[in-house]
């Protein structure tokens, strides 16, 4: 039987192939992928998939043989002359020089600090969501949760954090679909081209510039006028040079609001899906806490992250060879039958839950504390706002074509008070 292809971005804007990772788990668990021309981008030499949860933790724990450095954590190879830049950013380092930066941001990114936003998060998530609610009954009854409430949503508390004026968050959102949603012509437009006819890589230096220049205007604003906020913390540190600085607005803006964006509607579509779990949920029966990482493991935010091996190794008894891709599937790990018992049930008491959602191992997500905040409140807030009937799909939810992030475009909704 041979290894059915998980690596076509345009097969999850129809869904995840979940069918197709089962396979892989049962008879090719470390899968050759090949990498053909897609979308207009250029063909790559191919790559392993993890797909079983096991070896996924194993590749995400030991970054001295699966590292984020030598060729940064997407999927397609970046331009050599990219890669020295690309390296820059937390994300695509490995220890030491990554616990050095994850200590400094660490610093702005408090646990404390998050909590404090709790009460502005959640009196957000009420009114998007009554809002959405009065439009409902006012109209057709349906509401579209991802375009009236999940988008802003996100947005909105990132901004905050950060400490980005209301004038300049639509900013955020323009760079988060161009860098993001890359491979979705809805999300990204028509993508520029090089000299050689071939789409220009939205994270290469060049295509970052004006978000750069920003984060500079920014940090120069926030020494002038400090305030309590993530931005604030990063630009009066002594510590953080001005190309870190760059980075690191880079991945807050674009990971910190992705994440959320992409999670929070699927919990709630999965919820539609689930009326039986909804309303368990909706009146106390489980708790918010293991519903959250429940809603998480079912709809991960991120499909993939890549590590490239640094010597020759030995995966699940697959040979690994120096300088070979290694792509962990974290939606498929996530669906495990070897450690979730009956995977595709909405458990929302499930505990233990150990779900690669936010990663594992020394790249575990820096803000999942403030992710699951955000989602928890969301999910609270619907349970009171939202009608006491059941939240019912009004059509098929619109999918983000990608093969790296989880993304929902749409999702309409049917509201009923029986």
Known sequence: MSAPDVFDPRQYGRGIPYDRYR???DHHPIAWQAEPEVLGWPAGPGFW?????????RVLKDSSTYSSY???????????????FIRRMMLNQDPPHHRRLRTLVSRAFTPNRVDRFETVVRERARSLLT??????????????????VTDDYALLNLTDLLGVPDTDRALLLHWTQRVIGYQDPDEAGTPALGPDGRPVNPRSPASLRDMFDYAHTLAAHKRQHPADDVMTSLATDPELTAPELEMFFFLLVVAGNDTVRSAAPGGLHLLAEHPEAYERLRKGEVGFTTAVDELLRRHPPVLTFRRTATQDTDLA??????????????ASANHDERVFQDPFALDLSRSPNPH???GDGPHVCL?????????????????HVLPAGPLRPAAPPRRLVSNFINGLKSLPVRMSDT
Do not use: M, N, W
């Open 131 to 148: 809002r959405a609610v009065a439009g409902a009954r006012a109209g057709d009854g349906t509401c579209d949760l991802v375009t009236q």
């Open 367 to 383: 803000g999942a504390h403030f992710a699951r905040l955000q989602l928890r409140a969301l999910y609270e807030e619907a349970c």
């Open 49 to 57: 998939a993890v797909t079983r949860h096991e070896d996924a933790v």
């Open 70 to 84: 030598l060729g940064a954590t997407q999927i397609r190879d970046q331009d050599p002359a990219d890669l020295p």
């Open 23 to 25: 396979r892989l788990r």
């Open 317 to 330: 008894g697959t040979r690994i060879t120096a300088g070979d891709k290694v792509v962990v599937f974290h």
């Open 356 to 358: 690669i959602s936010f």
